[in-house]
C-alpha cells in the first residue's frame, strides 16, 4: 500500500545506509527508496541487492532513484526519477508493465502535465527548504501541496523538511503519506524515530 511512511536513504549520514534502511524498516516504514547520487552503478547494484535481501522478510517496498538500469539489474520494485532524469513514458517502456515507477513534481504546473506512464504515485515538494538536496526547487509549502493533490489522480507523497509533528497537515492537504530523509537518517534512534512518524499517521 503506498502511504504513511516513506524512507529516501541518505548517502553522506552518520550511519551506513544499510543501517539506515534496516532501522526504517524495523520501525514500519512501507517503502525504502536507495538514493545515491555518487556512487557508482556497480556499487549502487551491489548496495540494492543487499538491501532487498535484508528487507524482503520485512515486506517493504525497494526503490531506487534515478539509476534505470540499476532497478532494472537487480530487480527492484520500483524506480523513482525527476523531472530531468527522462520522459517518464520512455522511462516505463525501459522498465516494463510491472515494476512501480514514482516521478517528482516540483510546481503545480508538472503536476498539471502529468504524462500518461501509469504512475504509481508522485512525490510533491519540497515542502520546505531541507539541507538533504542541495540543488531542491522552491518549496511549494502545504498549499501547493493541498493544489497538486487535486490536479492528480494518484496517490501523492509529501517531501521536503517534513518530519514528526507533521502528518496532520499532510493529510489534510490530502497527501497518502510522506517520505522523509534526515528525520530518520539523523536522528539518534532511526528506528524509533521512524516509528513514531508511523505511529503519528496511523492515529490520524
Same mark, same amino acid.
Given at each position: 500500500?503506498?502511504? &504513511?511512511?516513506?524512507?529516501?536513504? *541518505?548517502?553522506?549520514?552518520?550511519? =551506513? $545506509?544499510?543501517?539506515? %534502511?534496516? /532501522?526504517? !524498516? ?65 522511462? &516505463?517502456?525501459?522498465?516494463?508493465? *510491472?515494476?512501480?515507477?514514482?516521478? =517528482? $513534481?516540483?510546481?503545480? %504546473?508538472? /503536476?498539471? !502535465? ?91
Amino acid at each position: 500500500m503506498i502511504g &504513511r511512511v516513506c524512507f529516501v536513504t *541518505d548517502a553522506t549520514a552518520p550511519i =551506513s $545506509v544499510m543501517d539506515q %534502511a534496516r /532501522a526504517a !524498516a524495523a520501525g514500519g516504514a512501507w517503502a525504502v527508496q536507495l538514493r545515491d547520487k555518487f556512487a557508482s552503478d556497480a556499487n549502487l547494484c551491489a548496495l540494492g541487492v543487499a538491501l532487498m535481501a535484508d528487507l524482503a522478510p520485512l515486506g517493504v517496498t525497494v526503490f531506487v532513484n534515478d539509476r534505470v538500469e540499476v532497478a532494472r539489474a537487480i530487480g527492484a520494485h520500483g524506480l523513482h526519477i525527476g523531472q530531468s532524469d527522462g520522459d517518464p513514458r520512455s522511462v &516505463r517502456r525501459r522498465i516494463g508493465p *510491472d515494476m512501480l515507477l514514482g516521478l =517528482s $513534481v516540483e510546481t503545480v %504546473a508538472h /503536476a498539471q !502535465a502529468l504524462p500518461d506512464c501509469d504512475l504509481a504515485y508522485i512525490g510533491a515538494g519540497p515542502i520546505r527548504a531541507t539541507a538533504s538536496k542541495a540543488d531542491h526547487a522552491a518549496p511549494i509549502g502545504l498549499s501547493g501541496l493541498a493544489e497538486i493533490v487535486t490536479d492528480v489522480s494518484c496517490p501523492v507523497l509529501a517531501i521536503g523538511g517534513l518530519g514528526l509533528g507533521d502528518a496532520a497537515d499532510v493529510h489534510r492537504a490530502g497527501a497518502a503519506g510522506l517520505a522523509v530523509v534526515s528525520a530518520i537518517s539523523r536522528a539518534s534512534d532511526p528506528t524509533a524515530a521512524t516509528r513514531a512518524l508511523v505511529d503519528e499517521w496511523s492515529q490520524l
